[in-house]
Every structure is written in C-alpha cells, then in structure tokens.
C-alpha cells in the first residue's frame, strides 16, 4: 500500500526533489521543472519509506540516457544520505560532510555540483543573470595559462573544451565505391545497365575513393611538470575519442601505458578516472626514449597504419637524451603520416631550442606547437581540420622561419 506524504503543499520531500533536480542540471542531466512536477506526482503512488522504489522512480523521470545512470546513481546517494531503509527522506538534506557513507567513486562533476550553494527560491535568484561567461571572461581564458587558473576557471575551460568543434579531416583511400560524381568510370556496372536496354547505354556509371577518418595516435607525457596540461589536453581528446573513431591515446612518464579503452567511458569525469586507475607513474619522472622504444615496438604496426597523425606533448625534457631518443623519434617520424609536436614551454617568448633533449627530437618532428591555452588549442584544431599531407623536413624549418604557431 502507498504511504502519502504529500497532505501539505509544501515540505522537505518537494524541496528536496526540486533541489535535486538542480543538482542533476548542474551535473550535466537534462533535467526541467516538467520533470520535478512528474516526479513530485509519481512519489505520491510509491511507499516513499523504500529507497529502491524511490530510487527506481526518479530515475525513471530524470534519467533520459543510459550513460547518465553512474552520474545519476553517485547523485542521489550523495543528496539524499539515505540510510539502508531511506528514512530519512522526510528530513532536511545532510550537509554533504555529515554523509555517513558517501560513495568512495563518485565523480568531481557530483561534488562540485553539491558543494554549490542551493538557490531555495526564485526570489532568492539574481534578477538576468547569465550562468554563463561574458565576453570578456572569455577573452580572457582564451589567453591564461592553464596552469595559472583556478579550480572554477579550469570548469569552464573543460566545458568550453567538450563543446569544441572536432577536427573532421579525411584521407584518401585507394579503395573504390560507386559515386555518381567520381572520376572514374565503372564500366562493368555502365555494361551491365545496358542489357536491359537492347544495348544501348542510357546511364553512365562512375567510381569514386572512399574517404575516411584520418586516424590520431597520442602520446601524452604524464610526468609532474605536465600534469596541468595532460589533463586538460585528455578532455580534449575524450571528445575526440567519443566522436569519431581510430583514436588511439598512450600516457607515458618512466614506462608507457594505453589508456584508449579507458577513455572510451561516456562520463568525462569516469574517462579520467579510469586512465588515472591504469596508470602507476602519473606525476613522476620522466624517460622519453624508453616510453617511445616501447611504442614503436610493442605498437607502432597496430595503430599507425593508413596514414595515422600523432600528437605528442611533452616538455622535451629528458634527463638521458642521447643518440636512443634521436633514433626512436627517428623511427616514429617515418611511421607515421604526421608528427605534430604540442610543448607548453612555447609560451615563453624567448624560447630556445637548448635543452640536449628538445635538440634531438626537434629535427624530426613536422609541426612544433604550443598547448597552454585555449588559442592553442583551437590552432591545433584548425591544423587537424586540414587534409594531412607527406612529412617533409620537419619542425626545424619551422623555428629557423618562425613557422610554429605561437598562442597569446
């Protein structure tokens, strides 16, 4: 029998489901105010003492996607702090460092979204505020070094990443299809149209190439000093991953890893936290030559085939730079199609080739760009947008002619 709990228009459990829809909103889930009224309905039917039926009938309404359930699970065990019977539904929401057992995996996306203050009415709500940023602010982050920004910019520069447009570029292939528009003539198919009409041919038939994705191959340097920027740069290559396929994504500091599989999770905040489950050596030291003779041995045939692009970042800063780590940039430089180079220390102004390390590996690489804000970004999206070409005679042209891009 359904237990009602609604006798008073207004009370804790309506406040508590209008906040958690809020809360849900703020973590990414479409969720509007016909929703809350659904819920608020549906509640009425249940014993609102079970939690699994509370759970069951909330997820329902609020839960439109089926990459959502982690999101929406790690939520409502965080806002409500249920016991094993769910009765404490009737009382006020417990602070969030008042949960007895708050979940060991939820995602940053739930805690920050809790840690917000609650707006309890509409009057309470400033009047034309834009929840997002102005002009200005974005002109701003467009510029600052990520590792100069705070734990809000760097939420807005992750959302602002997510909802880059994706490079599209396309290869070539030496496979054929039919295609009206095509250059060859498929003269079987022209042939074979022609029986039907004693002969004659009516419909001329043409072949064209098949195109496809080009495929990215990174490898990301996770050592201290590039923890701000490899995390970033994940999100950025999260969304690739999830939009298209033939991304492959390796994390390297003193032994390599493949963290495509984990990247793979819908959830950016589960994506991240899986590749950081895989790795041991994240923010430690660094050994380049080691990680790419790995990579060109164990790898190197599986994922660069059909014209692959790799991204590598790293600061180039190499403790053991000798002729191993000129010879296995050698070798990854003829593997692929394209070897783009991303380094943070461009931003400096004055930066020089000086380090034994960055000399060694600077002369066969095809593009050398920076990757500490959001200007460089776009300008590598801009770069991957483009049809890759044949590698010609590296990044040292580029420095002797200022060819690399500087981002300010």
Same mark, same amino acid.
């Given at each position: 029998?359904?237990?009602?709990?609604?006798?008073?228009?207004?009370?804790?459990?309506?406040?508590?489901?209008?906040?958690?829809?809020?809360?849900?909103?703020?973590?990414?889930?479409?969720?509007?105010?016909?929703?809350?009224?659904?819920?608020?309905?549906?509640?009425?039917?249940? !014993?609102?003492?079970?939690?699994?039926?509370?759970?069951?009938?909330?997820?329902?309404?609020? %839960?439109?996607?089926? !990459?959502?359930?982690?999101?929406?699970?790690?939520?409502? !065990?965080?806002?409500?702090?249920?016991?094993?019977?769910?009765?404490?539904?009737?009382?006020?929401?417990?602070?969030?460092?008042?949960?007895?057992?708050?979940?060991?995996?939820?995602?940053?996306?739930?805690?920050?979204?809790?840690?917000?203050?609650?707006?309890?009415?509409?009057?309470?709500?400033?009047?034309?505020?834009?929840?997002?940023?102005?002009?200005?602010?974005?002109?701003?982050?467009?510029?600052?070094?990520?590792?100069? %920004?705070?734990?809000?910019?760097?939420?807005?520069?992750?959302?602002?990443?997510?909802? %880059?447009?994706?490079?599209?570029?396309?290869?070539?292939?030496?496979?054929?299809?039919?295609?009206?528009?095509?250059?060859?003539?498929?003269?079987?198919?022209?042939?074979?149209? $022609?029986?039907?009409?004693?002969?004659?041919?009516?419909?001329?038939?043409?072949? $064209?190439?098949?195109?496809?994705?080009?495929?990215?191959?990174?490898?990301?340097?996770?050592?201290?000093?590039?923890?701000?920027?490899?995390?970033?740069?994940?999100?950025?290559?999260?969304?690739?991953?999830?939009?298209?396929?033939?991304?492959?994504?390796?994390?390297?500091?003193?032994?390599?890893?493949?963290?495509?599989?984990?990247?793979?999770?819908?959830?950016?905040?589960?994506?991240?936290?899986?590749?950081?489950?895989?790795?041991?050596?994240?923010?430690?030291?660094?050994?380049?030559?080691?990680?790419?003779?790995?990579?060109?041995?164990?790898?190197?045939?599986?994922?660069?085939?059909?014209?692959?692009?790799?991204? %590598?970042?790293?600061?180039?800063?190499?403790?053991?730079?000798?002729?191993?780590?000129?010879?296995?940039?050698?070798?990854?430089?003829?593997?692929?199609?394209?070897?783009?180079?991303?380094?943070?220390?461009?931003? #400096?102004?004055?930066?020089?080739?000086?380090?034994?390390?960055?000399?060694?590996?600077?002369?066969?690489?095809?593009?050398?760009?920076?990757?500490?804000?959001?200007?460089?970004?776009?300008?590598?999206?801009?770069?991957?947008?483009?049809?890759?070409?044949?590698?010609?005679?590296?990044?040292?042209?580029?420095?002797?002619?200022?060819? #690399?891009?500087?981002?300010?």
């Amino acid at each position: 029998m359904a237990i009602n709990h609604f006798d008073s228009p207004t009370g804790h459990i309506a406040d508590n489901v209008a906040g958690f829809a809020r809360t849900l909103r703020a973590c990414g889930l479409p969720v509007g105010p016909g929703a809350v009224i659904d819920a608020l309905k549906a509640l009425r039917l249940i !014993d609102i003492g079970n939690r699994a039926d509370v759970f069951s009938t909330l997820q329902a309404i609020f %839960m439109t996607r089926h !990459d959502h359930a982690p999101i929406f699970a790690q939520a409502f !065990d965080l806002f409500f702090c249920i016991a094993e019977e769910g009765k404490n539904m009737l009382d006020p929401v417990q602070p969030l460092d008042q949960a007895r057992k708050p979940p060991p995996s939820a995602s940053r996306r739930v805690l920050e979204a809790l840690s917000r203050p609650a707006i309890t009415s509409e009057r309470e709500a400033p009047q034309g505020q834009e929840m997002r940023p102005s002009v200005s602010d974005l002109e701003v982050l467009q510029k600052k070094d990520f590792a100069q %920004m705070s734990a809000a910019e760097l939420a807005q520069v992750t959302q602002i990443i997510a909802n %880059m447009k994706l490079p599209q570029a396309r290869l070539h292939t030496r496979r054929i299809r039919p295609d009206p528009r095509g250059s060859r003539l498929d003269l079987r198919r022209t042939l074979r149209g $022609g029986l039907h009409t004693g002969g004659e041919i009516v419909d001329i038939h043409r072949l $064209g190439r098949i195109d496809k994705p080009a495929p990215i191959v990174a490898l990301l340097d996770i050592s201290g000093s590039m923890s701000e920027y490899t995390r970033l740069f994940l999100h950025f290559l999260h969304g690739i991953t999830n939009r298209r396929g033939r991304v492959s994504v390796f994390l390297f500091g003193t032994r390599l890893t493949n963290v495509t599989r984990a990247l793979r999770a819908r959830d950016p905040d589960e994506a991240l936290a899986a590749c950081s489950s895989v790795v041991e050596d994240w923010a430690g030291g660094t050994r380049i030559a080691t990680s790419l003779h790995d990579f060109n041995k164990l790898w190197s045939r599986r994922v660069l085939g059909q014209g692959a692009v790799v991204l %590598m970042i790293t600061d180039g800063l190499e403790r053991e730079a000798g002729s191993e780590l000129a010879f296995e940039m050698d070798r990854l430089h003829r593997s692929c199609r394209r070897l783009i180079w991303l380094n943070p220390l461009l931003r #400096y102004d004055g930066f020089e080739p000086r380090a034994r390390g960055i000399k060694m590996m600077l002369p066969h690489v095809d593009e050398f760009r920076p990757v500490h804000n959001l200007s460089s970004i776009e300008g590598l999206i801009a770069a991957l947008s483009q049809a890759p070409g044949r590698h010609g005679r590296g990044a040292a042209r580029g420095l002797n002619e200022g060819h #690399y891009a500087r981002s300010r």
